[in-house]
């Protein structure tokens, strides 16, 4: 492939302390008042308050508003009611804190400030017309790549369905990735984000319009993910561990801005809109099924990332060195202690069915490697079930 397009809208601060600079790069937006979007968790693990504490040194003039409701799987009304709240309080950028619901609430909210009508109104490809107010993320988990993407994932409250809005102007201004902040995230939410992270990696790198630069940066997150989750899953004071980690995240999510995803994630979203299952979950139970299937259809690219996960593949021909692949994800779920099965996430067997015809909606689907119609799909949720 000798011609593409690569895009990467966000300026990027990383490393261990990179909170640090968050009153000058806000002053940079010649902001003043801004709202913080956050959540409980964060706020009860501290994390918050080692934010703000940046900027109420009394040597910053920052005044901020604060909304820490947020939920996961964020909803339309939630939404509707951070841009209400922001509108009153005269914000002028918004600084989201924690995993994808708060960045993916900012980034929602942020579009309302400037566009009118409701968010539904923005779910597809390309359909923002006005870029909305500066928005600031800062992770404190390592997996959805939200800090870097042009992606939101919403909840319609009225239909119970999900939807994205896809569009760079969406895309956060800033990005502040401190591994810090993950050193007291949960054993179960660094696993189950982490293997979502290697999820947009494995699907970025197989898609059917991934392209040099983006290959590069899923190969590189694979190879970090794999073999740095495990030590920040069992030891999660490991800053070594949580930082590699962190960047394979990053990396993952910069590489699926441009090639986009494919199957794991078609079936993970109506696995969550049915069910209610985290999304890092879904992702890890259906990741190694899905390469399971897809294998055959790009063997070249799962032998370089069986190569990239640290496989020995001498000796086998091109399908057995692509298969093991599949085998190493297989292990690494099991590594980092996530279910296998959608039995155990909660799913409903008799409603498999749905489950197929509502990942056929995914626009992420046309990007896998593989085709894949209802039949297969449902066949596929049924062995992980």
């Given amino acids: 492939m000798n011609n593409y397009t690569f895009n990467i809208p966000t300026q990027i601060e990383f490393g261990a302390g990179a909170i640090k600079k968050i009153p ?13 979007v956050t959540d409980k968790g964060v706020v009860n693990a501290g994390l918050l308050d080692k934010i703000t504490s940046t900027f109420d040194s009394g040597k910053s003039d920052i005044k901020y508003v604060l909304f820490d409701k947020v939920q996961p799987d964020p909803g339309t009304d939630m939404i509707e009611e951070i841009y209400t709240l922001a509108k009153k309080e005269n914000t002028e950028a918004f600084v989201a804190i ?87 995230l949960p054993s179960k939410l660094t696993a189950s984000t982490g293997l979502d992270a290697m999820t947009h990696a494995v699907e970025a790198f197989t898609s059917l319009i991934s392209e040099p630069i983006s290959d590069s940066l899923a ?48 079936i993970a979203s109506p696995l969550g809109a049915l069910f209610h299952v985290p999304h890092g979950t879904a992702t890890a139970v259906m990741l190694p099924h899905v390469m399971k299937y897809n294998y055959s259809a790009a063997p070249e690219k799962y032998v370089k990332m069986a190569e990239a996960f640290g496989v020995d593949v001498i000796g086998k021909d091109l399908y057995e060195k692509a298969y093991c692949a599949v085998e190493a994800i297989t292990k690494l779920v099991s590594l980092c202690g996530m279910p296998t099965t959608l039995h155990e996430v909660g799913a409903k067997e008799e409603m498999l069915d749905q489950v197929a015809k509502d990942a056929l909606l995914s626009v992420q689907l046309k990007f896998n490697c593989r085709k894949a119609n209802e039949a297969q799909i449902r066949e596929i949720v049924g062995e992980a079930y």
Avoid: W
Avoid at 110 to 122: A, H, I, R, V
Avoid at 152 to 162: C, G, I, W, Y
């Fill in 24 to 36: 000058g790069l806000i002053s940079n937006l010649n902001c003043k008042n801004i709202m913080i």
């Fill in 98 to 184: 924690g995993g994808g619901s708060p960045m993916d609430s900012a980034k929602g909210a942020s579009l309302l400030m400037t566009n009118p009508g409701k968010l539904q109104d923005y779910g597809g490809v390309n359909k923002v017309k006005n870029k909305g107010i500066p928005v600031i993320a800062i992770p404190t988990t390592a997996g959805t790549g939200s800090e870097v993407t042009i992606f939101a994932v919403l909840s319609d409250n009225e239909a119970n369905t999900k939807f994205t809005v896809t569009s760079n102007l969406i895309a956060p201004d800033i990005a502040i990735i401190d591994p810090e902040l993950t050193l007291t």
């Fill in 219 to 266: 190969l590189e997150a694979m190879n970090l993910l794999y073999n740095y989750l495990p030590r920040a899953v069992n030891n999660g004071s490991d800053l070594e561990a949580r930082e590699k980690v962190a960047q394979g995240s990053l990396l993952a999510g910069m590489a699926f801005n441009n090639a986009y995803l494919g199957l794991a994630h078609a």
